[in-house]
């Protein structure tokens, strides 16, 4: 016997679900991510081999699908970036308007694009920002000297604004991730045999 012509079948041996040996399993076969073989299947220490031909249109499917899903989180990636761009021209935490901090700034807190704290101590000087305290943001402050920035209501309003756009992008990207799963899962019982 030739032994280039021998097939390596370890990689086709498959755990059998000992529920199932036992009859009592809960799951289908797409469902269980153990084997569930056929009665006429031979079962050898709670290991079934599967067969090589009829595993491989799955396989090929398969590296389509993973070629399918690497483009796929590619995508994601890609929004994800987008989201954690947040709203053009809107940083946060919010930068501190060095015009405001020279005793320049004409255009006055309420329309200054900038942060204008009352407190030079709410600045980190490292990146020249504020820290936003979120329960102002949210109508819950009550703190008589916060030490966090509490902006005037058209920064309050792209902050608002910006937050929601993030949540709006996790939300997508953990449906998406949920449906990558869920693929997985289905391309996974694809390979047991019913």
């Not at 021998?6 to 990689?11: E, I, L, N, P, S």
């Not at 305290?133 to 949210?138: A, F, Q």
């Not at 030490?147 to 996790?170: D, E, G, M, R, S």
Request: glycine letters at 4%; charged letters at 20%; one cysteine or more.
């Amino acid at each position: 016997m030739n032994i280039a012509h021998m097939r390596d079948t370890k990689w086709l041996t498959l755990e059998v679900c000992r529920e199932f040996q036992r009859g009592t399993c809960s799951r289908t076969d797409q469902e269980c991510k153990f084997a569930h073989p056929a009665k006429s299947c031979q079962v050898e220490n709670g290991r079934v081999i599967a067969c090589f031909d009829s595993l491989k249109t799955q396989l090929e499917i398969n590296g389509r699908n993973n070629l399918i899903q690497q483009k796929n989180m590619a995508m994601l990636a890609q929004q994800m970036q987008l989201a954690n761009a947040i709203v053009p021209g809107t940083q946060l935490p919010p930068m501190v308007c060095r015009e405001y901090q020279r005793g320049n700034c004409s255009r006055g807190e309420n329309d200054c694009r900038f942060a204008h704290p009352s407190d030079s101590t709410m600045i980190d000087t490292n990146d020249n920002t504020v820290t936003v305290c979120m329960d102002y943001i949210k109508g819950r402050c009550s703190r008589e000297k916060c030490k966090y920035f509490h902006p005037p209501a058209h920064l309050q309003a792209k902050i608002k604004a910006a937050q929601h756009q993030v949540n709006q992008a996790t939300a997508a990207a953990a449906m998406y991730q949920q449906a990558l799963a869920n693929m997985q899962f289905q391309q996974q019982a694809a390979f047991l045999p019913s």
